[in-house]
């Protein structure tokens, strides 16, 4: 799909191999068409718990953690790993990301990466991820 991202257009799919290439993320769905705007990318995105738990044995004994402590510890460590790919999106890319599910089937967390051009502001950006975020749950 391709979207109007300030003075250019930019196809969701390279987005998306960027992501794939660059990152331990895996996308799951191109959700840009839900967005229900034409200069908006977003993502539904998981990541590996062992992936996580490999950066978190640098800081805690995994063992000593609560489920609630270790639960809290992959879903902000998920969000800081989606933020940080901010250097691999479009160029005046504002982005949004919300971790929403651990997934004990797949053994990952979930999460959700919208991103807008800034010109398009970050109000347009939060009410776009709370209607993502509602198509999930």
Known sequence: MYIAFGRRVV??????????????????????????????????????????NGIIRDDYNIDDLSEDE???????????LATDMEEILPEESLID????KWDLSDNDIRVVVAGVN?????????DV???LITQLE
């Open 11 to 52: 196809d969701t799919e390279e987005i998306k191999s960027e992501i794939e290439k660059n990152t331990e993320f895996n996308v799951l769905k191109d959700m840009s068409k839900g967005t229900k705007r034409e200069d908006t990318f977003a993502y539904n995105l998981s990541i590996s718990i062992d992936v996580l």
């Open 97 to 100: 990301v919300k971790a929403y």
């Open 118 to 126: 800034e010109e398009t502001g970050e109000g347009k950006l939060k």
């Open 70 to 80: 270790l639960f809290e510890e992959y879903m902000s460590l998920a969000e800081e």
């Open 129 to 131: 991820m709370r209607r």
